[in-house]
């Protein structure tokens, strides 16, 4: 299990699955928000105080996507579906864990500004 915060420690994450990699993304928002995402199933993460009065939500371009952020510290939590939040493929960043638990999972750079592969 990977347990994750944002620096106030208002919003919190526990990651029930074994991610094979983190994606650091070069697409116009990944690479603003600074974000290392690990992915699973929705029923895989375990979200805590995480609701509407705590986080603000982003959507842009195709709004597929909803990117949430903690309204407190501003550390960026997630992304969700935005047809079906809290079901299906989740992504959540990695740079909300301990430094030893970032520093033991393989980073993959992804080309989500072009290409979308992986660049490694």
Same mark, same amino acid.
């Given at each position: ?7 106030? &420690? ?50 842009? &371009? ?11 510290? &501003? ?12 079901? &299906? ?32």
């Amino acid at each position: 299990m990977i347990k994750g915060t944002c620096h106030c &420690g208002q919003i919190s994450y526990e990651f029930n699955d074994t991610p094979p990699y983190a994606n650091r993304c070069n697409c116009s928002i990944c690479r603003r928000l600074g974000t290392l995402w690990i992915y699973s199933d929705a029923s895989n993460i375990k979200l805590e105080g995480l609701d509407d009065s705590t986080s603000i939500s982003y959507s842009h &371009g195709d709004r597929e996507l909803d990117f949430r952020t903690c309204n407190r510290c &501003g550390t960026t939590i997630l992304w969700q579906q935005l047809a079906t939040p809290g079901e &299906g493929r989740m992504a959540v960043n990695l740079n909300m864990a301990d430094l030893d638990v970032i520093n033991s999972i393989r980073i993959r750079h992804f080309d989500g500004a072009d290409t979308w592969t992986h660049l490694d």
